[in-house]
């Protein structure tokens, strides 16, 4: 079975609306040339088409005609490296995921280690974020989390006491507190008091030594969230 064979077998399996790269096709580094050609094939018959650069779709197909995946759909190949996670969401489509914001925005932003991902899909920029850590597949929803307390005092369109309420019943549901720490501490100090405050609140202050530890006790931290919302903001010097 040659290469085109492969392909159009592989993409053949793939349920409608997949998004997928070259590295998701199972062919060789020496095979890239006629893959490319295999690809241009199949888009001829409108097999696949393309989202961007190296990034292609199999529409769905229904009785009003062929549909595009969504825009976050097609984003997701920019989030893997050969099948591994690399990157994650962040900004302001994260937090209107998280029912943070209502705002939808016009720019996404991933968050990368490594990796800067610049593309722009339909009438959607991505911009890169430089990551505090390592992403993977089982720190992903706690660095989304923290990201979200960096950028409490600046995500648009948002009731702080509202967004902390949110949040403290998101970490409270959270299983793997003891990571979370763990990674709040590669955060800045202001991240670490919150997230301690947070957890304190939640019943969990035996584990927060560490960044009680972290923070300078004469430094103070300007959230604007009531005592009411959040009465353990005190042990943390947040104002």
Known sequence: MNVAQRIERTIAGMQDGTVFKYQELGIASNEYSAAAKAIERLKKKGVVDSASAGVFYKPKKTVF??????????????????NKRIAYITGTALYNRMGLTTQVPQNISIASRDKRVITRIGNIQVRPVKSYVDVT???????????????????????RNRAASNLIGQFGATP???????????????????TGAILEQVGLKEITAPL??????L???NYGISKDVLPTLTNWNIL
């Open 65 to 82: 005609g062929t549909l595009k995946p969504s825009e976050e759909e097609l984003i997701k190949p920019y989030l893997y490296e050969n």
């Open 137 to 159: 597949d089982k720190n992903y929803p706690l660095l989304e989390l923290l990201d979200a307390l960096k950028d409490l005092k600046i995500i648009p369109d948002m009731d």
């Open 176 to 194: 793997d507190k003891r990571e979370l720490v763990k990674l709040a501490l590669r955060y800045p100090p202001r991240v670490r008091a919150l």
């Open 212 to 217: 009680q530890k972290s923070i300078n006790p």
């Open 219 to 221: 430094s103070a931290y």
